[in-house]
């Protein structure tokens, strides 16, 4: 019911910055928590934050707080991520997420839909 596509993701120097897009379409989706996960290579696909459909509520993973802020606009059916002091340990397929859901998730289990991905490469 409904599709993400991702995009932003560049090859950025360590302590650079970087702002990541999920645009949604194909459904209503202001009733929607939206959520960024990501994966490197050889590793399983984790959390990094979540927000709540109205943006009043936002999540992350110890390991990005404070330098990471997810938003959305829902005029534009669109969830961001700014990511901010990048690191190499950053690089990352990333994914965006959404469930129809008050409560915003924070593991893939609670998530009904995803996009793509999109690459970071952060150098060292």
């Known amino acids: 019911q409904v599709q993400l596509v991702e995009s932003g993701g560049e090859l950025v120097q360590a302590g650079g910055s970087l702002r990541l897009s999920c645009a949604a379409s194909g459904r209503a989706t202001s009733g929607y928590a939206m959520g960024w996960f990501r994966q490197a290579p050889g590793k399983e696909r984790e959390f990094v934050a979540a927000i709540s459909k109205s943006g009043g509520i936002t999540y992350y993973t110890d390991s990005v707080k404070g330098r990471f802020t997810i938003s959305r606009d829902n005029a534009k059916n669109t969830v961001y991520l700014q990511m901010n002091s990048l690191k190499p340990e950053d690089t990352a397929v990333y994914y965006c997420?959404?469930?129809?859901?008050?409560?915003?998730?924070?593991?893939?289990?609670?998530?009904?839909?995803w996009g793509q991905g999109t690459q970071v490469t952060v150098s060292s």
């Open positions: 997420a959404a469930e129809y859901s008050l409560f915003p998730p924070r593991t893939e289990g609670g998530y009904r839909y």
